[in-house]
């Protein structure tokens, strides 16, 4: 079983970037699919999910610039990222989980999470 994360990199305020993560050895179907970030310093962070029906939950503080999707009935998550800010600098990770969290203390509280991706947006 593994999540890969891709798509991170170095992008100016206001610039735009899309997060994949792809899953093997086991489907997204059933499953609570999460985007988590962590800055520096901090805990991690809920930041959306994608339910297996659908229905889709934001942090308000990415609420209007993030959005999460899923390629059909593909094992491809992705978050595309607009008008980005310098606080969402941060270590970007997929995780999946049978249950709805938005909030956490630690990836483990999921079922499976990548390795994460870097998103940096600076001038």
């Known amino acids: 079983v593994q999540l890969v994360e891709s798509g991170g990199g170095l992008v100016q305020p206001g610039g735009s970037l899309r997060l994949s993560c792809t899953a093997s050895?086991?489907?997204?179907?059933?499953?609570?699919l999460t985007w988590v970030r962590q800055a520096p310093g901090k805990g991690p962070e809920w930041v959306s999910t994608?339910?297996?029906?659908?229905?889709?939950w934001y942090a308000n503080s990415v609420k209007g610039r993030f959005t999460i999707s899923r390629q059909g009935a593909s094992n491809t998550l992705y978050l595309q990222m607009n008008s980005l800010k310098p606080e969402d600098t941060a270590l970007y990770y997929c995780?999946?989980?049978?249950?709805?969290?938005?909030?956490?203390?630690?990836?483990?509280?999921?079922?499976?999470w990548g390795q994460g991706t870097q998103v940096t947006v600076s001038s």
């Open positions: 995780a999946v989980g049978r249950t709805l969290r938005v909030t956490l203390s630690t990836l483990s509280e999921f079922d499976y």
């Open positions: 050895g086991f489907t997204f179907d059933n499953y609570f």
């Open positions: 994608l339910s297996f029906s659908g229905y889709t």
